[in-house]
């Protein structure tokens, strides 16, 4: 069993920056990868960032550039800077913890970009 605990997001201008962490505990030794996720209202839930085991990243093409994953002492945290934010950065945001077989999804935070 995998738990996250999110923190970060809100309200910025366009332009701005906030920084998003995920915390996992418990058996935090079989985790393969961690992601975060956005959905925008209207929309399918679409991959942001994404690091695994290896450290090896990936990000969606939209987020290029502008934003950044990391994880500190192993898996006990993973941080997503994400910097020039755009109006259509504005969705929900979710961490995602994956293992064999499970994804654990984090109960997910507001990022609103004014323009």
């Known amino acids: 069993q995998v738990q996250q605990v999110e923190s970060g997001g809100g309200l910025v201008h366009a332009g701005g920056s906030l920084r998003f962490s995920c915390a996992a505990s418990?058996?935090?030794?079989?985790?393969?990868?961690i992601g975060w996720y956005r959905q925008a209202p209207v929309k399918l839930r679409e991959l942001v960032a994404l690091?695994?085991?290896?450290?090896?990243?990936n990000y969606a093409d939209s987020v290029k550039g502008r934003f950044s994953i990391s994880r500190e002492n192993g898996w006990n945290t993973v941080y997503l800077q994400m910097n020039s934010l755009k109006a259509e950065d504005t969705a929900v945001y979710y961490c995602?913890?994956?293992?064999?077989?499970?994804?654990?999804w984090g109960q997910g935070t507001q990022v609103t970009v004014s323009s």
């Open positions: 418990g058996s935090i030794f079989i985790i393969n990868a």
């Open positions: 690091i695994t085991k290896s450290g090896s990243t």
């Open positions: 995602a913890v994956d293992r064999p077989g499970v994804r654990y």
